[in-house]
């Protein structure tokens, strides 16, 4: 039997369209990988979004900042001694990009003007950490990324 060029053409394309379906098949099938979207509710979040950035610039235009760092101990959430304690309110939300399971909130309960997040409650990788609060009736957001160790 003899091929011709276009059985040629026709035998390759099918050919590719099997191996790309066998990779669309083996993706959506694996629960190894994850599809899920990074947000909850992306759309709602999204909506926010004009909000989420005030929040953001209000906490950039302070002049003495709350800082939050990595140590042995845990995350720790420093803020200025000019800050009273009392009047800090908020939420930190821990969220893990590579697994969600590992995202956790805790409130703003200052002691001595920081607040400390035990190690135990961390795993090793990258830790995304949204914190708002609110001093004096003013709204911020503050954002950072922590490696653990």
């Known amino acids: 039997m003899k091929i011709n060029w276009g059985t040629g053409i026709v035998i390759a394309f099918a050919l590719f369209m099997t191996f790309i379906l066998y990779f669309v098949f083996e993706v959506q099938s694996n629960s190894k990988y994850d599809n899920d979207l990074v947000v909850e509710e992306y759309y709602k979040h999204d909506s926010h979004f004009q909000d989420e950035m005030a929040r953001i610039q209000n906490a950039h235009d302070l002049q003495y900042k709350p800082s ?9 959430i420093a803020f200025p001694s000019t800050f009273e304690s009392n009047k800090v309110k908020g939420n930190v939300l821990l969220y893990r990009p590579s697994n969600k399971k590992f995202d956790f909130d805790t409130q703003i309960a200052l002691t001595n003007s920081a607040l400390l997040i035990p190690q135990k409650k961390l795993i090793k990788g990258r830790w995304d950490v949204n914190m708002e609060w609110e001093y004096n009736g003013t709204k911020y957001l503050t954002k950072e990324v922590i490696y653990v160790n």
């Not at 939050?68 to 720790?76: D, L, T």
């Open 68 to 76: 939050i760092s990595y140590s042995e101990n845990g995350v720790k």
